[in-house]
């Protein structure tokens, strides 16, 4: 066997943005990292604090194997936590967890990680708390062609699949949110899901501010929590956030958040997101039992969460939770030249956006003058390169 040091964490995923955030944050805490991912070059392989990369099967596509993979991986380097990234790297890992042992796995555990991932059982809970959710309609199976929505309903609805990833340990997949400007392209959307994609969710758009808030709650005790506003988006009507701000907690909406948690028994990190309606009302909009993609920025404003993570996984004690700076600004730059691309190209996509949110011009101007202002790039470090010209890469290929 492979000789590893005892602070050894295998990080999956590691195309993702927080697996890159998580590779950064373990890496200069003292770990050894290695990451995972089911392709040779990687965006947290790139970063000078990834020891080694490891190549294995898509969680997605053969979630038997990759666990198999993973089991081998921690054994034959000595791997004392698996921190996973996705949805689809959680479902695979779980049912072998005990074979990992003694390696650990960074996570929730199993069945509450699950009962979150139902959107349609976390809105519930959440009204039963008294949260407010937008209005909808639950579709349990394909609606036949005579099938109408009520008179009443409101147009563009959001389309949501109850679970963002379906299948069985053979195989699974990822099912996206969509949007319905009228009845004839949501009849449209609806007759193109799979039947796995049932239950649907359509749901009253919320065009309003989005606020995230973050805790990492282990064992009972909260041992972090962090909030941030999110600026602009990719796609621009509602998408994950490619630049943000972090702010000062509202006590109200933690309140909301730790007791929505509460409600599953959590233990692990997690994120609730808001949207502020019109009348200022915080709606409840998505939940995540993992760690989210711009992790980088509690970590810059002072929240280490995958290191505060690993370490309560390694037995720790816990300290009191950090304090953070409110103000700190990050931003991916494809992302938001993403976001920008998409502005100019789909104009009439403008009416999925908050009242008074800047046209494509200014918007631009925000983009390029963002750096000055003292955004930090959430790829692009000096002190790490690697990263971003990996990335860079990879959008030139894709032909943008």
């Known amino acids: 066997m492979t000789e590893a040091p005892r602070r050894s964490v295998l990080v999956t995923d590691g195309n993702e943005r927080a697996a890159l955030a998580s590779v950064r944050s373990l890496g200069k805490a003292g770990f050894e990292v290695g990451v995972l991912a089911d392709r040779r070059s990687t965006l947290a392989g790139a970063s000078r604090y990834a020891a ?21 991986l921690a054994k034959a380097h000595g791997y ?6 996705s949805e689809a790297a959680h479902l695979a890992l779980y049912p072998v967890e005990f074979r990992l042992a003694p390696c650990r796995l960074a996570a929730a555990p199993a069945d509450r990680f699950q009962a979150v991932c139902d959107k349609e059982q976390v809105l519930r809970e959440a009204t039963a708390l008294g949260l407010s959710v937008p209005a909808q309609i639950v579709l349990s199976s394909r609606p036949g062609p005579e099938w109408s929505l009520p008179v009443d309903a409101l147009f563009p609805l959001v389309v949501k699949p109850a679970r963002s990833v379906v299948g069985t340990t ?23 899901l799979a039947e796995a994609a049932y239950p649907v969710l359509l749901q009253q758009r919320i065009p309003g501010e989005g606020i995230g808030v973050f805790l990492l709650i282990w064992e009972g005790r909260e041992l972090a929590n962090f909030a941030h506003r999110r600026i602009r988006e ?28 509460a409600r599953f028994g959590w233990s692990g990190p997690g994120m609730l997101e808001f949207k502020r309606g019109a009348d200022g009302t915080p709606y409840v909009m998505e939940i995540n039992g993992r760690l989210w993609g711009s992790l980088q920025l509690a970590i810059d404003a002072g929240v280490d969460f995958p290191r505060l993570l690993v370490e309560a996984v390694l037995g720790a004690a816990p300290a009191p939770p950090p304090r953070y700076e409110a103000g700190v600004r990050t931003r991916w730059w494809w992302g938001d030249v993403d976001h920008l691309i998409a502005r100019f ?7 999925l956006l908050p009242a008074g949110t800047p046209g494509p011009l200014r918007t631009a101007l925000d983009v390029l003058l963002d750096g000055f202002r003292g955004a930090k790039g959430e790829i692009l470090r000096l002190s790490d390169p690697g990263p971003f010209f990996r990335e860079s890469l990879d959008w030139f290929r894709r032909g943008r």
């Open 52 to 72: 080694r990369s490891h190549l294995a099967p898509s969680p997605l596509v053969e979630p038997a194997a990759y666990a198999d993979a993973v089991c081998a």
């Open 80 to 85: 004392r936590v698996v921190l996973p990234m």
């Open 170 to 192: 053979s195989a699974r997949r990822k099912l996206a949110v969509l949007h319905a400007a009228d009845m004839n392209e949501l009849k449209s959307l609806l007759a193109g």
């Open 234 to 261: 990719k796609p621009p009507g509602g998408g994950v956030s490619v630049a943000r701000e972090s702010v000062a907690q509202d006590p109200d909406l933690l309140d909301r958040t730790r007791a929505l948690f």
């Open 345 to 351: 190209r789909h104009p009439e996509d403008a009416r």
